[in-house]
């Protein structure tokens, strides 16, 4: 179940491959510019009792955010905890929502656990994060606090992603390749200093799975704008207009203009902006509530500033991983 890593690198992989100059290191951090923000916007919705901690560890929280990318070369069943393919359920135009059931064990019940592991389980990981967040806060675990905090992050922006509901998550199905890194990467990475992300203080939410499967509901209704405004501009604007080439480390790369990424925001109504915001709405909510179960621990005592030197080591071995497999790109997706 290779295929779907495409969706995780966000800017990286449809923008090699869209490119006709071969690109061999095209690798920095830009793509994963929406997820970091994100995790570090979430951090002031929280409450007063919460705000000392997660600030103090701001900058962890907002760079781990790309870990759960980064982990899917590594860790087996990884890559399918980014998405949900929520239309492969409904081809005869019914309503997919209405025949997969939230809970998973109804769902394994009608769809047996490999077929929903092969199109994805974004909303139901979302859940499993969210035990593990309770018990390390329960356990007063430093580490796991922080490390499961940005890696639920992840997931929950990837939830409120449009294009990781459904199986033609690149475009690839109507002939529009790359559309993913464009709206993820691309469209955040020219507008979000426009981006306001004032989205108020953090609310209990009695039922984190709900939370989640609203959240894919809410971005695949957005779907039909998301791939039909990007056919539409495209018929009005000739290739040279579409796309400017760029010099991003060795080589050039074929990237949408700047003219056509404006046309298509301004079509979509600041769909980008506000799904943004819904993630660190809805991610702050989730940290507030798993705190809320665990009995609402006192952050403040934690005498452990920083991660501990072990998972240091777990992050540098992680690191070295990635650099390694990293060398494979452009062979080992699709
Ligand atoms: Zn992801």
Known sequence: MIRKTVIVFLGLFGLLLLSPVRV??????????????INRMACFTLPPEMFGFYKRHIDFISDHAVDPDRRRYAVEGEAERHYIDIDHYAKGGEDPFALVPRRWEDAVAKFTEDTLKAYGIVPWH?????GRLVSAFQRGDVDRILTNSADIGHYVGDAHVPLHTTEN???????????HAFWESRI??????????LVGRAVYVERPLDVAWDAVHASHLLLDSVLGIEKRLSMTYPEDRKYVFEDRGRGGMRMYSRDFTKAYEDAMLGMVEQRMNASISTLGNVWYSAWVVAGQPDLDRF????????????????????????????????
């Open 24 to 37: 061999v290191e095209p690798v920095n951090a830009w793509g994963f510019f929406g997820h970091k923000r």
């Open 126 to 130: 979302i859940q499993v994060m969210f």
């Open 169 to 179: 998550y690149n475009g690839q199905l109507t002939n529009q390749y790359g559309i």
């Open 188 to 197: 955040p990475e020219l507008s979000a200093e426009n981006y306001d992300h």
């Open 303 to 334: 005498e452990q500033k920083d991660v501990s030197d072990s998972l240091k080591a777990v992050f540098k071995a992680e690191q070295e991983m990635w650099d390694e497999n990293r060398k494979g790109y452009g062979r080992d997706h699709e």
